[in-house]
């Protein structure tokens, strides 16, 4: 097997807190490949986006490491696309500012013309083109998404970092956001982390899915998802999905009740 | 042309309905009409006064005053007020402080003004920078303190350097608490000119008060709060026009 693109190896990483160090990821280890698409699910407050900033370059491990193509991470960077957990389209920019914003920038500076190239083909992409010249106050949440998305593949990222992007939207949003980011894998392939609460979600998109524990997150498992892509909708009706879904879905409730029982247990010991 | 006729209707109905109260009241005979002057009577004295008096300079001489306070005021304010809401330590041991000065009045100041500046034209300006500093800083150091961080990790990820953020997140950010702290200055300054202008000064709308109250004259007074009230009112449209095009991004601004 080739050399992982990705590699989280034994990392650990403690917060100081003024009851001591409180341990949020505990040694971890998985690789992703190029062109993997790893979903991350686990419970609510687990440390999935402790995990992610580490890749993204915001956060280092207490102990262990995290290597990009055999590399350790130094800080954040524009071969890693991040979209986060809140919206961070920029307020203050219209829409084709914001999908610009990341090329006008020295790390990826592009001549004018090729800009322009590159942002209205994005906003053709993501169906952005009617707002091209509107603020994002006038955006709904799903087409704040795609703007996020637009923004960060315009600056071209080898790696997609995908904080539960899309869990803030309403079902039907959130599946056309799916197909979308399907749409858009398939013409430009990256290599993708997503974290996500979403069972069907992670076994929709992902060709891999890592199920990590209550906190301190641990991998718990990791299983791989065996549907080829591209893939379209009527895979949720397969028998397979259902199974792998059922077995995912008890290891996270499972994670989850132990998430709570600690959740209770802090509560008590106050 | 009907709708912008009443909209002129609507914004002057106000205005109208406040100089009628003033003739009521005078009409009225509750007041000693001695001590009311008619609204015809003070706007026949502010002709007289623009026409004889300099009136148009004492407006001057006041909004140069007013402008320079504000201007030196916010000009410090801002870089003083984003270094203590940038750095969350700095802004614990400095919130008292700025609230202790800021809480003085600039009236009871004036004593130790003159005994350090003298009674010109620099004293007066002191006043005014003190207290549109004060007001601007707080204003600065909450809006920055408030600025999401999320934002300047986007910029990271997309490549930005320590220095683009800077320019490209971190000063659009800020322009919206600058342009509050300026009106909040401006607002604040007008109220204390009439104090700074009690440092002995000759010219000036606040002087021109002192002056006419120590001669009883009612109607000069009328004219010289007007005037103030007047330039207050169209240096903050002003602004706000131009917070209106700057800030059009902002929720609460423009459609
Ligand atoms: N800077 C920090 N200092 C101290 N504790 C922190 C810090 N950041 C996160 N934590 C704690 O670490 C734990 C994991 O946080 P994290 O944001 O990684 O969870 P998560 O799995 O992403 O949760 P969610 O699914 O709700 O987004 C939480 O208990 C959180 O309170
Ligand atoms: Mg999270």
Redesign the pocket.
Known sequence: MSEPRIRFERVSLE?P?AAGP?R?VDDVSYDIHEGEFVAVI?P???????MMNMLAGFQRPTSGRVLLDGREVAGPGSDRGVMF?EYGVFPWLTVRENIAFGLTLKANRVPAGEREAIVERYLGLMGLAGFADAYPKHLSGGMRQRLALARAYAVKPQFLLMD?PFGALDAQTRSNMQNLLLEILAAERKTVMLIT?SVEEAIYLASRIVIVTA?PARVREIVAVPFAYPRDEAIHEAREFGELRSHIRDLVMDEYRAQQGQARAVAFSE | MGDRLKRIGLVAAPWLAIVAAWYGVRESGLVNSALVPAPHAVLAKSVDLFARQGLAWDIFVSTRRVFIGVAVGIALAVPVGFLIGWFRSAKAFADPLVNFFRALPPIALIPLVIVYFGVDEPAKLVILIYASFFAGVIVMYEGVSQINPLFIRVARTLGASQSEVFRKVIIPLTVPHILTALRVALGVAWATLVASELVAAQRGLGSMIQNASTYFLLDVIYVGIICIGLVALLMDLALRRLSTRFLAWQDRVGA
Do not use: A
């Not at chain 1, 609510?44 to 402790?50: D, F, H, R």
């Open positions: 917060f807190t409180l949020v686990g609510s407050g687990c440390g999935k986006t402790t957990q539960e609460h906190r």
